[in-house]
């Protein structure tokens, strides 16, 4: 997305990083009102495993 993403990477599965990482991850994702391509967000936690 370059420069107007700030370098955002969409297609990332960030639960699955934290838990590859070794945290314990507990998320919630929704999309927000406003543009799908930028309205997906995780809410969540990740503790030490």
């Known amino acids: 997305m370059g ?5 955002c990477q969409l297609g990332v599965d960030v639960p699955a990083l934290l838990a590859a990482a070794g945290f314990a ?14 309205s ?5 936690e990740a503790t030490v495993a």
Not at 3 to 7: C, D, E, H, R, S
Not at 40 to 44: E, T
């Open 25 to 38: 991850v507990q998320v919630r994702s929704r999309y927000l009102p406003g543009p799908r391509f930028v």
């Open 40 to 44: 997906y967000h995780y809410w969540g």
């Open 3 to 7: 420069p107007l993403a700030g370098g």
